[in-house]
Every structure is written in C-alpha cells, then in structure tokens.
C-alpha cells in the first residue's frame, strides 16, 4: 500500500514560487509514474504534470509549461512539484497521485495553493 502526504502549499502572490512536495510511503515508490493534479473551486480536477519512475521524461500541462517542473528523488521517495511565474489562475487544492500500472490508484489527501493577484 502506497500512502502520499503533500506538503508546501500556501498564499503567495502572482508572479511567486511555491515548490510542493509529496511524500511516499513504502519500498516500491521507484517503480511508480508519479502525477500532479490540481482541482479549482467548481471545477474538475485536471492533470498538471507527469514524471517516469526514473525521471527521465516529463509532461506537463499546456497551461503549466515553461513555468512548472516537476522532479524526483527516489532516495528520499519524494516527488516534487517546483511552480514559478504563478498566476491566480493556479489557485486549486494540488494532489499528488502514484501510477501502479494500473492508472493513478493512490492519492494524497492535498495541498492548498492560493495565488493572489
């Protein structure tokens, strides 16, 4: 079983960083594609950015390239979610979620990020 915990979140203002990170639980997290999600109030949550288990390849959303980068460190089972340029627009609850193979069956409980213009 795989448990996530974020961290990092909180109010900054537009133009700002924020770097999230998400902890893992358990000895496989090395084996798993690893996700950030973020949900808006009324909206549906939405993919935000993507890492292999090595970390040798990456997406991101079109709304979040160029300014977001998403990384890993599998010594410390820890993913991280580095946002800069950040725009009010990116005020959601952030998640991360861990990929078994069988699409994104673990999540975090979720991290609040405000953005005030």
């Known amino acids: 079983q795989v448990q996530l915990v974020e961290s990092g979140g909180g109010l900054v203002q537009a133009g700002g960083s924020l770097r999230l990170s998400c902890a893992a639980s358990?000895?496989?997290?090395?084996?798993?594609?690893m996700g950030w999600f973020r949900q808006a109030p009324g909206k549906e949550r939405e993919f935000v950015a993507r890492i292999t288990w090595s970390g040798g390849s990456t997406n991101y959303a079109d709304s979040v390239k160029g300014r977001f980068t998403i990384s890993r460190d599998n010594a410390r089972n820890t993913v991280y979610l580095q946002m800069n340029s950040l725009k009010p627009e990116d005020t959601a609850v952030y998640y991360c979620?861990?990929?078994?193979?069988?699409?994104?069956?673990?999540w975090g409980q979720g991290t609040q990020v405000t953005v005030s213009s």
């Open positions: 358990g000895r496989t997290f090395s084996m798993y594609y």
């Open positions: 979620a861990a990929d078994t193979g069988l699409g994104y069956t673990h």
